[in-house]
């Protein structure tokens, strides 16, 4: 079981690099301030690709004197909160004329997922938050109850139903999905999918189901795709994923003894691995900046006298294949 430290440390991509002060969402005059203020901090963004500049990149912040800026429609922009002690605000330029604008630009627009990990924790926690929040946007543009045209109200965090009669309001969607390192002791077990190249494994991971807990979707994605059959889990922390827009909750579990590994019909392979097998590099390991790799290094440590960090593991940062939820 993790300790209380262990548990309070934030995942890559989470933690509080951000002050959303939602309360100002309520506020009507939020986007006459923010366009007024020439502190405001504003992120442009092109579908979920986000304005980066140089290399290593940073996030790609531009002021409210900019082209972009002013010629934005009010519909494009989206308060985020306080950024490093300043207002920070996403403008989407996806389908804004003056888009193009930006070739001529010191910035330039890239997806996040490949980024992620050249960026500083504090940008990177921003840019997943702003990416997740234009995807939510661009997937909502249509009542789900009427079918007529939303728009973007309380600084682009509800999206309204435009027909009075109607009016129905649609939040920011969160698919919860749990991903869990199972061990038996000394073993830890990892599978792997077909797309993956030689020797890649990952901890188990999927969504959670209508009417099921976090704990029953553990054992059941587990028996599904292993075969192994968990007899206790626990909590360790959760990381948000925003590709699209999942939030993955980490979970330690105990297999039930002599449990044989098999892959189901999602995995090429399941198997239990050693802590002999992962020092010596004969599994692939996810990148450090994935709560998989957290929850591996949490168990190898627990029983190794040598952390996990300091060896020259090899990881991965390979893209998951649409539709599953696997972090890293």
């Known amino acids: 079981m993790p300790s209380s430290s262990e548990r309070s440390a934030a995942n890559f991509l989470a933690g509080s690099y951000l002050d959303r002060r939602a309360e100002l969402r309520e506020d009507p005059y939020w986007l006459e301030s923010a366009r007024a203020d020439a502190e405001t901090l504003f992120l442009p963004a092109q579908g979920t690709a986000l304005g980066v500049v140089g290399d290593p990149p940073t996030a790609a912040f531009i002021d409210h004197s900019h082209d972009l800026v002013r010629s934005s429609p009010d519909d494009s922009l989206v308060l985020l909160g306080w950024f490093r002690d300043r207002r920070c605000v996403l403008v989407q330029l996806d389908e804004h004329p003056m888009a193009d604008r930006s070739r001529d630009d010191a910035f330039r627009f890239e997806e996040l997922r490949p980024l992620a990990g050249t960026l500083g924790a504090e940008e990177a926690g921003l840019l997943a938050y702003a990416r997740a929040l234009a995807f939510w946007q661009r997937r909502h543009r249509h009542c789900g109850v009427c079918g007529s045209p939303t728009r973007p109200t309380r600084a682009g965090h509800v999206m309204t139903c435009r027909d009075p009669e109607c009016a129905a309001e649609f939040f920011p969607r969160i698919d919860p999905a749990i991903i869990v390192l199972v061990s038996d002791g000394e073993r830890a077990l990892l599978?792997?999918?077909?797309?993956?190249?030689?020797?890649?494994?990952?901890?188990?991971?999927?969504?959670?189901?209508?009417?099921?807990?976090?704990?029953?979707?553990?054992?059941?994605?587990?028996?599904?795709?292993t075969g192994v059959r968990v007899v206790a889990s626990d909590y360790h922390s959760s990381q948000p994923w925003p590709f699209p827009s999942s939030l993955m909750l980490g979970f330690m579990a105990t297999a039930e003894p002599g449990a044989i590994a098999r892959a189901g019909s999602?995995?090429?392979?399941?198997?239990?691995?050693?802590?002999e097998d992962i020092a010596s590099g004969d599994v692939v390991l996810p990148p450090?900046?994935?709560?998989?790799?957290?929850?591996?290094?949490?168990?190898?440590?627990?029983?190794?006298?040598?952390?996990?960090?300091?060896?020259?593991?090899?990881?991965w940062?390979?893209?998951?294949?649409?539709?599953?939820?696997?972090?890293?």
């Open 191 to 225: 599978g792997r999918q077909a797309s993956w190249p030689e020797g890649r494994y990952s901890t188990i991971a999927g969504f959670v189901e209508p009417g099921e807990s976090l704990e029953d979707a553990v054992a059941r994605e587990v028996l599904e795709e």
């Open 266 to 275: 999602e995995l090429e392979d399941a198997r239990w691995v050693t802590r």
């Open 288 to 315: 450090p900046t994935s709560i998989s790799h957290r929850l591996i290094a949490n168990w190898f440590d627990a029983g190794s006298t040598v952390p996990l960090r300091t060896m020259r593991s090899r990881s």
């Open 317 to 328: 940062g390979a893209t998951a294949p649409r539709g599953k939820a696997v972090s890293g």
